[in-house]
């Protein structure tokens, strides 16, 4: 069965926002991240939890405005992942200041 084509678009979206979190995760700084910030752990587990459901679905995905929904969610997901570095990249300058 063919994939809509916007569906294998965002397929790799969400193979590449998963291989960044995975990156962030492996970062020293993260830990510290975690620490911080409350419900961090429960976010990241609810942005997995959605991309598991996604590529689960993606087979049946065929209306327009579910997918677009989709689309939308891995945009925000994107900004938070930025943001996420961003921090992430604070740390690690804080750390070497001090």
Do not use: C, K, T
């Not at 609810?46 to 969610?73: C, H, K, M, T």
């Amino acid at each position: 069965m063919a994939l809509n084509p916007r569906v294998e678009a965002l397929l790799a979206i969400v193979d590449a926002q998963e291989a960044r979190l995975e990156r962030a995760e492996q970062s020293p700084q993260f830990a510290h991240f975690l620490a911080a910030s409350e419900g961090a752990a429960q976010i990241i587990a609810q942005i997995r939890e959605g991309w598991r459901v996604f590529r689960n679905s993606a087979p049946y995905l065929s209306d327009p405005e579910v997918i677009e929904s989709y689309a939308q969610s891995f945009e925000q997901i994107e900004a938070s992942l930025e943001q996420l570095e961003q921090v992430l990249a604070q740390i690690r300058a804080n750390q070497i200041l001090n």
